[in-house]
């Protein structure tokens, strides 16, 4: 498993003026960038160059590479369940917690909070507008979906759903649309304390998408 954001980010202190306050810098956005976007995080190390990624180890057998991690994603795990893997562990491997007919639903690999998923379609494509209208609606039916899951799972006091198109936009897979969806609670920023601290996300990915895969069974779609 790969270190959440929080280890891979590099924070710099830095004064607001000769006499103003000290301010956070992440990555060269500041604090409060990233507590108001923090899907722009969400991916900032997935374009780590490493070969074939999205590729999780366990579905390695896939002998392609699409460029794209999240078309990846999606083929690792076709290929495992088509050679003979079960659903459910190629699935999992995957983080793939829900599939519609046009789209489908991964948790995020750098969670921000626990729970943290993405709707997206399988068709690699960059914009709303270039979304077959059968696809954008299922897009949303399954954000209705997620915001029911989450609710459920983790009793929020509010959610961010969050989209970037393009990279001038923050996101960090510009060519393949997907929809963060995240928990929040209120003082759930308070890392602000611990910025430079690892903090621990109190579930880890197999168990999220344990629940999370239990949730949407229970939902009806
Ligand atoms: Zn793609």
């Known amino acids: 498993?790969?270190?959440?954001?929080?280890?891979?980010?590099?924070?710099?202190?830095?004064?607001?003026?000769?006499?103003?306050?000290?301010?956070?810098?992440?990555?060269?956005?500041?604090?409060?960038?990233?507590?108001?976007?923090p899907w722009r995080y969400a991916y900032v190390t997935s374009a780590d160059g490493a070969a074939r990624?999205?590729?999780?180890?366990?579905?390695?057998?896939?002998?392609?590479?699409?460029?794209?991690?999240?078309?990846n994603l999606r083929a690792a795990v076709d290929y495992a369940i088509e050679h003979g893997m079960s659903a459910d562990e190629a699935e999992a491997a995957g983080g793939l917690v829900k599939r519609g007919k046009h789209c489908f639903i991964c948790l995020n690999a750098y969670p921000y909070t626990s729970g943290h998923v993405m709707v997206m379609p399988y068709a690699h494509l960059d914009r709303l507008t270039a979304l077959p209208t059968e696809t954008a609606h299922e897009l949303i039916d399954?954000?209705?979906?997620?915001?029911?899951?989450?609710?459920?799972?983790y009793r929020p006091h509010g959610l961010n759903f969050g989209m970037n198109l393009g990279q001038a936009a923050g996101a960090g897979v510009a060519g393949h649309l997907h929809l963060h969806a995240m928990p929040r609670w209120v003082g759930d920023t308070s890392f602000i304390t611990t910025v430079a601290e690892t903090?621990?996300?109190?579930?880890?990915?197999?168990?999220?998408?344990?629940?999370?895969?239990?949730?949407?069974?229970?939902l009806k779609s």
Do not use: Y
């Open 199 to 218: 903090r621990v996300l109190p579930e880890d990915l197999a168990t999220t998408w344990k629940r999370m895969r239990e949730a949407f069974a229970e």
């Open 53 to 71: 990624p999205g590729v999780p180890p366990a579905l390695a057998a896939w002998p392609g590479d699409t460029g794209c991690v999240f078309c």
């Open 1 to 37: 498993m790969k270190a959440d954001w929080r280890e891979t980010t590099s924070i710099q202190r830095a004064q607001s003026g000769p006499t103003g306050p000290t301010i956070l810098i992440a990555n060269g956005f500041t604090l409060m960038d990233l507590l108001w976007t």
């Open 142 to 153: 399954l954000a209705q979906m997620t915001e029911q899951a989450l609710e459920r799972l």
